[in-house]
């Protein structure tokens, strides 16, 4: 099984010191765009409050540039403290482009609970970075989750997301992002493997010729805590609660220094990946503490 390339200049990304937004920055999505990576990722201030920050790369794996401010903030009940000294804000956005818009899913959390949410904006603002951003709020309401990808086309006529509610990865469908379906269990924990805890969708599927790729986290709880790991899983093109494939091993772990220690050790977490000429290009959070590339040719990836 081929695994994931890190990059030699990892990590891309570090917090800035004089941004008190920036204590900690990492699990960042990904989208290309009109010949550049767009980067978006999470940063925990001092505050313990998650934000969103951005950055793009031609390449992919160099930064061209980098705002100072952030994107996107937390706002209303479920994004804002309800309890002191308690992470809380908008968590692990994952973006796809779908039509004129680009829709992001991410961890809305109050410092208690955290829930799946969704904002979009039209891509001709995002490339204009005119951050005008609509908030659609809560998918879920009655449900704790997170890590829910959006699938970046309709299937069916309808849109198709990939949430987590604790430990499994499921699937739920909508005609109009407002009203889902009753999410239904597609992939759960393996025992006695790196993923036996939970699992959680990384990066939005990506169309290939043999189905959706997925590539996913998986937890495993040891003596010494719990270790995130990468892994890949093949859904039908037609049907994604049919699972065709699931890596055995990993295909990124926690091994570099930046990935196994920081705010939270031994932990590699994507949310954004993009393919530039049959390449993949992972980006992950090492450590939960920056933002790092890896990356594979598709091909030899695939089964
Ligand atoms: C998960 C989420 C992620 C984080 C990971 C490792 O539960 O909170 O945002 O990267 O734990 O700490």
């Not at 390449?59 to 809380?88: A, Q």
């Not at 998986?218 to 010494?224: E, I, L, N, Y």
Request: charged content about 30%.
């Amino acid at each position: 099984m081929v695994k994931l390339k890190r990059f030699k200049g990892n990590p891309i990304l570090k917090p800035i010191k004089n941004h008190d937004w920036e204590k900690y920055v990492y699990n960042p999505g990904a989208i290309f765009l009109e010949d550049k990576v767009h980067i978006i990722y999470r940063a925990m201030g001092k505050d313990r409050i998650s934000r969103f920050g951005y950055a793009s790369s031609k390449d992919g794996f160099h930064i061209d540039e980098r705002l100072d401010e952030p994107i996107y903030v937390p706002s209303g009940e479920f994004e804002e403290p309800v309890v002191k000294f308690r992470n809380s804000g908008v968590e692990d956005p994952r973006v796809v482009k779908i039509g004129k818009k680009i829709y992001m899913t991410y961890a809305a959390v109050n410092g208690r609970v955290s829930y799946i949410a969704l904002a979009s904006i039209d891509v001709k603002d995002f490339l204009n970075k005119k951050w005008k951003w609509k908030k659609h709020g809560i998918l879920f309401p009655d449900c704790d989750g997170r890590n829910a990808v959006l699938f970046p086309k309709k299937i069916k006529n309808r849109f198709v997301l990939y949430p987590r509610f604790k430990p499994d990865i499921f699937v739920s469908y909508s005609k109009d992002l407002k009203n889902w379906t009753k999410p239904k269990r597609v992939m759960k924990p393996r025992k006695g493997r790196w993923d036996d805890l939970k699992i959680g969708a990384g990066t939005p599927p990506i169309l290939t010729e043999k189905g959706w790729l997925l590539i996913y986290h998986g937890v495993q709880a040891t003596r010494k805590g719990n270790i995130y790991r990468v892994g890949l899983a093949l859904t039908d093109l037609e049907n994604p609660e049919k699972i065709l494939f699931r890596s055995e091993k990993p295909i990124l772990e926690p091994i570099k220094k930046y990935e196994r220690i920081g705010q939270v050790n031994n932990v590699v977490f994507p949310c954004g990946a993009v393919v530039l000429e049959e390449k993949l290009y992972v980006y992950y959070g090492g450590a939960d503490s920056v933002v790092c590339v890896a990356t594979a040719d598709i091909s030899k990836l695939l089964p």
